[in-house]
């Protein structure tokens, strides 16, 4: 049974340019909620997708947008690349229910840097 | 606002020894919570969960409390072993979608 699987792994970019990041979810889960994690700190809580459609979402600005398939797997999109997006993003997947996000599997990450 | 913080950034412990980790949340109205380890270059892993009706919750080899009195969580590690070595993130949620995570506490295993 594949886990939470993300794509690419490392990728490096520069300032103003546009990225798309890839995640598949764990089998058998309907939600993917994305994450940034800036070296050293905890996981900041990007959006999370449902049903195709964005339900919550935390202080991003609107240069992260994010997308999901109807086979559950979902895309993160950020543009005009500043150097302060150089962070691991990681993808979690989940089951929702009773309208709460149950346990996060998280990928590996896809470690950008921004230069 | 809501935040969670650990108290120590790193904690160095000898190998057998039991390891505390400690974390403090300012949202009295978090009613779930989750410790997730963390090693090198891979995403964090699900360790212990407990909700806000629970004091106390086992696992294999580790213990969650939680005093909701000071809001405060912690995770124990009995008899800790090198593979125990990562950042342990502590995690909260109030009835929403989304987790709000602490900086994490980084634990070395000594031998």
């Known amino acids: 049974d594949a886990g939470v699987t993300q794509s690419p792994t490392h990728l490096i970019k520069t300032r103003g340019q546009q990225v798309t990041l890839r995640c598949s979810p764990k089998s058998g889960h309907d939600t993917v909620s994305w994450y940034q994690q800036a070296l050293g700190q905890g996981p900041q809580f990007i959006f999370q997708?449902?049903?195709?459609?964005?339900?919550q979402r935390g202080n991003f600005p609107d240069r992260f947008s994010g997308h999901q398939f109807p086979n559950y797997s979902s895309e993160l999109n950020v543009n005009a690349l500043l150097l302060g997006d150089s962070a691991l993003y990681l993808c979690?997947?989940?089951?929702?229910?009773?309208?709460?996000?149950?346990?996060?599997?998280f990928g590996e990450g896809s470690r950008l840097t921004v230069l | 606002g809501e935040s969670v913080g650990l108290h120590l950034p790193t904690l160095s412990v000898q190998e057998g020894d039991n390891s505390i980790i400690n974390c403090a949340y300012s949202n009295s109205a978090s009613d779930y919570f989750i410790w997730y380890k963390q090693e090198s270059g891979k995403g964090p892993q699900f360790i212990i969960d407990i909700r806000s009706n629970m004091d106390k919750r086992q696992g294999q080899r580790v213990t969650v409390l939680l005093n909701k009195t000071v809001k405060h969580l912690s995770l124990q590690i009995a008899a800790t072993q090198p593979g125990d070595s990562a950042v342990y993130f502590c995690a909260e949620s109030k009835g929403t979608y989304k987790y709000i995570f602490g900086t994490g506490t980084r634990l070395k295993v000594l031998a």
């Open positions: 997708y449902y049903e195709e459609e964005e339900r």
């Open positions: 979690a997947s989940s089951l929702v229910a009773g309208g709460r996000t149950g346990e996060l599997f």
